[in-house]
């Protein structure tokens, strides 16, 4: 009884700590946040004034990393929603829809009328019920210089059958975070971790919360057992029956002095498992020692449910980090866990001569099922010797980035000898291209095919957004599908001026940026109606003149914006915020 006691102590007093700590998170962040919401408003009194949807066929989506990507519930379709892009300089959001066609292979655009703001690092789950429905929570939106942070902690849902967004407002939900997880687990959606940051500090979390999609409601639930430390960014697993939830890895970090910080790569696993008692739901914690070949550690991987239930986990980084710089392996392996057998398995790619040379031998019987599978890639991940192919690509600024492709290693000499004499005048096979290493891909999976798109990695000080898109078939294993190749000239980087005290320089970049902000918004202007002007700014006229002169119109505009509940006061400092950053524009 005594350690219980002691247990319980520890676990109440863990939980104080945390609450006092976001407690001065939140405390810290409000005045940042009220800023964001200023320019966050803006994009939503731009989106308020579409009334209709418009679909367009469209290239693929511009590069990005921390989108969501999720498999149409009904169709062979997949939805990619939001994610973000930094070109060196700048910090873009978006809150853009786009559908793609598996059969057809053509992206559409979907211009839905009021949707969430721009944000990156949510979670999205789709759901079968009402013709489909795409459920997104949570995520983050950052000033353009990626130094101030909101995160929202907004619950939306997109009715696919009828192409309308909604925003349900339901209280007692998580607070507003980025890097959690979300999946749907029989009826209701289950989020756990993620983490808020503001500008001086951050906190990480280790709830859980659910939502029912019954009665639209949240509750926070209470595991028994001793629950994950707290993280963002793990993997998160649904059992094949929906009694229990599988957490693998992710990241937190830690202040260990007061300019210093620490990060942590976690790799440890817990089921999180759902019992019926007394008519009542109890959820415990409990930890998990999985067999097979875990992945290395690492952060920032894609992960998506392959056929069978299987937790299908690619890339990620690995941080090192020395006091004054942090430096990063990206990869772009492949690992398979089986919820059933509790086993992790490394997912190498087949090549097709052998299973060729294997059926001819009939080794394999084509009626094994997925134990025969799950031994045949365990064995094949202990034989073969992958090879890494680098080539080089330079982009139009000239930088050279180095692109590793892995091609699976080959078979024992006189196998090989044995299989060019079989198959002599069929042809040299293909080298089998897999996408380059990244971190913060998205990844789903439809028909038990694996499609990942985008991401990024870096060379030095410089970060790479991609583009490309692959599918790679999980039942046969063999090769991985370009959809859409990496473009080196769709490549932007705009690096820092050497020189923070030379002024021309920053102007010269000033202007260009606003240069480019006046051409998007002209190609704005074409596709949209005519936009109502907000006051002009007078010549020679202070910021605190134009706010006092201005200031009911802003109220206004807030308020319109956020809508009658909101309190005079929130109106009022987010008026002030939407006029200055005005202000700032005409000057």
């Known amino acids: 009884?005594?350690?219980?006691?002691?247990?319980?102590?520890?676990?109440?007093?863990?939980?104080?700590?945390?609450?006092?700590?976001?407690?001065k998170v939140s405390k810290r962040s409000k005045r940042e946040e009220e800023d964001l919401e200023a320019l966050i408003a803006e994009f939503q009194n731009l989106d308020a004034k579409k009334t209709q949807v418009i679909e367009t066929a469209c290239q693929p989506p511009s590069p990005r990393l921390s989108a969501s990507l999720s498999a149409h519930p009904e169709k062979d379709e997949l939805i990619l929603f939001g994610g973000e892009f930094f070109n060196g300089k700048k910090t873009f959001l978006y809150n853009d829809l786009f559908f793609y066609n598996i059969k057809k292979n053509c992206w559409v655009k979907s211009d839905i009328p009021n949707p969430p703001p721009p944000r990156c690092s949510h979670q999205a789950v789709v759901v079968p019920q009402g013709g489909g429905q795409l459920w997104v929570f949570g995520g983050e939106f950052a000033s353009p210089n990626g130094e101030q942070f909101y995160h929202y902690k907004d619950l939306w849902v997109?009715?696919?059958?009828?192409?309308?967004?909604?925003?349900?407002k339901a209280p007692g939900g998580p607070s507003g975070r980025s890097g959690h997880r979300m999946?749907?687990?029989?009826?209701?959606?289950?989020?756990?971790?993620?983490?808020?940051?503001?500008?001086?500090?951050?906190?990480?979390?280790?709830?859980?919360?659910?939502?029912?999609l019954d009665t639209f409601t949240w509750s926070r639930v209470a595991p028994s057992g001793s629950a994950p430390s707290p993280r963002s960014a793990c993997q998160m697993t649904s059992t094949p029956d929906g009694t229990s939830v599988i957490i693998y890895g992710g990241y937190s970090k830690v202040r260990v002095k007061k300019d210093v910080e620490k990060g942590t790569i976690h790799s440890d696993m817990f089921l999180l498992k759902r019992e019926a008692k007394d008519g009542q739901e109890k959820w415990s914690w409990s930890r998990l020692n999985p067999s097979g070949n875990k992945p290395p550690p690492r952060s920032?991987?894609?992960?998506?449910?392959?056929?069978?239930?299987?937790?299908?986990?690619?890339?990620?980084?690995?941080?090192?980090?020395?006091?004054?710089?942090?430096?990063?392996?990206?990869?772009?392996?492949?690992?398979?866990?089986?919820?059933?057998?509790?086993?992790?398995f490394?997912?190498?790619?087949?090549?097709?001569?052998?299973?060729?040379?294997?059926?001819?031998?009939?080794?394999?019987?084509?009626?094994?099922?997925?134990?025969?599978?799950?031994?045949?890639?365990?064995?094949?991940?202990?034989?073969?010797?992958?090879?890494?192919?680098?080539?080089?690509?330079?982009?139009?600024?000239?930088?050279?980035?180095?692109?590793?492709?892995?091609?699976?290693?080959?078979?024992?000499?006189?196998?090989e000898e044995e299989e060019d004499e079989?198959?002599?005048?069929?042809?040299?096979?293909?080298?089998?291209?897999?996408?380059?290493?990244?971190?913060?891909?998205?990844?789903?999976?439809?028909?038990?095919?694996?499609?990942?798109?985008?991401?990024?990695?870096?060379v030095g000080d410089r970060q790479f957004s991609l583009n490309d898109f692959y599918c790679l078939d999980l039942h046969k294993m063999d090769q991985w599908?370009?959809?859409?190749?990496?473009?080196?000239?769709?490549?932007e980087w705009l690096e820092e001026s050497d020189s923070e005290d030379d002024d021309d320089v920053e102007?010269?970049?000033?202007?260009?940026?606003?240069?480019?902000?006046?051409?998007?918004?002209?190609?704005?202007?074409?596709?949209?109606?005519?936009?109502?002007d907000h006051p002009a700014v007078q010549e020679g006229e202070t910021l605190t003149g134009y706010q006092s002169r201005t200031e009911q119109y802003w109220i206004g505009l807030a308020r319109s914006n956020m809508g009658p509940d909101a309190k005079d006061k929130k109106v009022a400092k987010v008026a002030v915020a939407m006029a200055k950053v005005f202000y700032e524009d005409q000057q």
């Not at 997109?158 to 349900?168: M, Q």
């Not at 009826?187 to 808020?196: D, I, K, N, P, S």
């Not at 599908?481 to 490549?491: F, G, I, S, T, Y």
């Open 346 to 415: 490394p997912g190498l790619l087949r090549q097709n001569k052998s299973e060729k040379k294997k059926r001819r031998r009939g080794k394999k019987d084509a009626a094994e099922g997925e134990g025969a599978q799950e031994e045949e890639e365990e064995e094949e991940a202990a034989t073969q010797a992958p090879t890494e192919v680098i080539k080089e690509i330079v982009t139009e600024d000239g930088t050279v980035m180095t692109i590793k492709e892995v091609i699976p290693g080959a078979q024992e000499k006189e196998e």
């Open 422 to 458: 079989d198959e002599e005048g069929d042809g040299a096979s293909a080298s089998l291209v897999e996408p380059c290493p990244r971190s913060s891909a998205m990844a789903t999976v439809r028909q038990g095919k694996l499609f990942l798109y985008g991401g990024m990695f870096e």
């Open 158 to 168: 997109l009715h696919l059958a009828t192409h309308t967004w909604e925003n349900i």
């Open 507 to 532: 102007e010269e970049v000033k202007g260009a940026e606003k240069e480019e902000e006046d051409e998007e918004s002209e190609e704005e202007s074409e596709d949209e109606e005519e936009e109502e």
């Open 300 to 344: 920032g991987f894609s992960l998506a449910v392959g056929p069978a239930g299987r937790a299908v986990l690619f890339g990620g980084v690995c941080d090192e980090e020395e006091e004054e710089s942090l430096e990063g392996d990206f990869f772009n392996d492949l690992y398979l866990y089986d919820t059933a057998k509790n086993r992790w």
């Open 183 to 212: 999946i749907l687990s029989k009826r209701q959606l289950l989020v756990f971790g993620g983490f808020h940051e503001s500008t001086r500090d951050f906190i990480y979390y280790n709830d859980v919360y659910s939502f029912s």
């Open 481 to 491: 599908e370009v959809l859409v190749e990496m473009d080196p000239k769709a490549q």
């Open 1 to 23: 009884m005594g350690k219980k006691g002691k247990k319980e102590k520890k676990v109440k007093g863990a939980e104080k700590t945390a609450a006092k700590m976001e407690k």
